[in-house]
């Protein structure tokens, strides 16, 4: 295997965790919302509905992490398949959680 | 024939969400054999994933927000709630990482794809992730209008309908 085959671009790294890290905000934030509503109300406020609060917030997040990500190389130190593990775990235990979250509360 | 901003509307929103979703596993299968010839249809493909996607997004988002609460209301009144209180509440936030990975997909794609089997894992994984969350999506979209469908349906359904 070359040194080539083995990594992964600087932008694809960077936003690969960026994706994982706010496919669990959004998860989180979905469930903290739905149980605290004095945040849904704020939510409400910014953008007229939460959810539309929620998407906005979750796409600045997403390519706010990647640029930051990107310029610090940090990501990069992982390994590819370390960092396609998680983003795959935090996707399926993302979109399961929801599932869960909505059938018993 | 009497289709109305509402019908076009969601009709147009699950299209959007159903060619996004062929898209990914146009995507998925292209980068299988992926090789210096079908790079650039590669990233055709996940750019059109990430169009067809806020497509989605923009449609949905427009009819949940204006057309959403009738059908919520008639819903919540029939035999099917857990239609909006579980299938509608999933797919909503669902969506929104379904849209996030649609995003990422066209920036993974742009990687060494020929040279690189961890950038080929990477798109493979977006790409399935992607496919796997809208077939949920438009199950779960289905779900929904059954549950709109059984609530008029029921015997009591003539008092929603009013």
New interface residues.
């Given amino acids: 295997m070359s040194a080539d085959s083995s990594r992964l671009g600087r932008a694809s790294a960077a936003f690969g965790m960026a994706a994982a890290i706010t496919t669990l905000f959004n998860t989180g934030l979905a469930c903290v919302k739905d149980a605290y509503h004095p945040l849904t109300n704020l939510m409400n406020a910014i953008a007229g509905n939460n959810w539309t609060t929620q998407g906005l917030a979750d796409v600045i997040l997403f390519v706010g992490l990647g640029l930051t990500f990107s310029k610090t190389r940090m990501v990069q130190t992982i390994r590819p398949d370390r960092l396609i593990v998680f983003l795959a775990a935090a996707a399926v235990v993302s979109g399961v959680g929801l599932f869960a979250w909505y059938w018993v509360f | 024939m009497n289709v109305t901003a509402n019908d076009a509307i969601l009709l147009a929103h699950a299209t959007f969400g159903v060619l996004g979703t062929v898209s990914a596993l146009w995507v998925f299968v292209e980068t299988l054999n992926a090789r210096d010839q079908n790079l650039q249809r590669i990233r055709t493909a996940a750019l059109a994933v990430a169009i067809f996607m806020i497509a989605a ?1 923009i449609l949905g ?1 427009y009819w ?2 204006h057309f959403y609460p009738v059908e919520r209301a008639m819903i919540l009144q029939g035999p099917w709630p857990f239609a909006h ?2 299938f509608m ?2 797919k ?3 969506f ?2 379904t ?3 649609s ?2 997909l066209p ?2 794609a ?3 794809l020929a ?5 080929r ?2 798109v493979l ?2 790409a399935a ?1 992607i496919a796997l ?1 809208g077939l ?1 999506i438009e199950g779960s979209g289905a779900v929904i209008d059954h549950g709109v469908k059984v609530a008029l349906l029921r015997p009591s359904g003539a008092e929603i309908r009013k």
């Fill in positions: 997004w988002g949940y927000l209180n579980v509440e999933t909503e936030h669902l929104l990482m849209l996030i990975l995003f990422y920036i993974a742009r990687d060494k040279s690189s089997a961890a950038a894992r990477m994984c977006v992730l969350s949920a």
